[in-house]
C-alpha cells in the first residue's frame, strides 16, 4: 500500500523509473525519455495525480483525473485504489481496476488485465507483482510478495509468496524461494 510520506514527484519519478528499467533495462538518459512517452505512461501519470486529490479530499478535481484516465489512457482505475511506488501500466488500454484494491511497491501490469471486486470484496496485491496481459485477479483474494500471474489467467483465490500461476482458474505453476 502506498507510504503516505511519498511525495507526489517521488512517486512520479518512481513510477517512471520502473517503467524505463521494465522496457529497456536501465532507467537512465533516453530510456527515461522514451518511457515517459510510451502507451500507458499517461495513465499512470493521471493516476498519481488523481491519487493525490483524492488523499487531499480534493474530489472534484480526482473526478477530472480519473476522466482523462478513460479517455486518453484507454482504461478505468477507481479513484480510492492504491498503489505504492514504482506502479507499472506496461500498455494501459484496457486495464480495469476496482477502487478498493490496494497495491504494494513496483506492481507491473500488462493491457486488458482486470482487478475487481466481487461481493464487495477486492484483491490485495503485495509487493514485486507481474500481472499477465488479459488476467483477472477477482474478489477478496491476495498475491502475495513476488508473484507472477501468467497472461490470461483467472486468480480467484490467494496466491502465496514467490509463486507463478497460470490457467483458468488459476493453479500454481512455479515457486521461487
Known amino acids: 500500500m502506498a ?36 502507451d500507458g505512461t499517461f495513465a499512470m501519470f493521471m493516476y498519481r495525480l488523481m491519487q493525490f486529490c483524492q488523499r487531499r479530499r480534493l474530489a472534484p478535481l480526482a473526478m477530472v483525473f480519473n476522466k482523462l484516465i478513460i479517455w486518453f489512457g484507454g482504461c478505468v482505475i477507481g479513484r480510492g485504489a492504491d498503489f505504492g511506488p514504482a506502479l507499472v501500466l506496461v500498455h494501459s488500454l484496457g486495464v480495469v481496476i476496482n477502487t478498493s484494491v490496494k497495491g504494494g511497491r513496483h506492481v507491473v501490469l500488462e493491457h486488458q488485465v482486470t482487478i475487481g ?8 496485491l503485495g509487493d514485486e507483482v507481474f500481472v499477465g496481459a488479459g488476467a483477472k485477479v477477482l474478489g ?38
Open 3 to 38: 507510504d503516505p510520506v511519498w511525495s507526489l514527484r517521488a512517486l512520479i519519478a518512481s513510477d517512471l523509473r520502473a517503467k524505463a528499467a521494465w522496457l529497456y533495462g536501465s532507467d537512465r538518459g533516453r530510456n527515461l525519455l522514451k518511457a515517459a512517452v510510451t
Open 140 to 177: 477478496g483474494i491476495r498475491l502475495g510478495n513476488d508473484v507472477r500471474v501468467g497472461a490470461n489467467a483467472v486468480v480467484l483465490n490467494d496466491v502465496p509468496d514467490g509463486a507463478t500461476v497460470a490457467g483458468v482458474p488459476a493453479r500454481i505453476v512455479a515457486s521461487r524461494g
Open 117 to 124: 471486486a466481487e461481493r464487495d470484496e477486492s484483491p490485495v
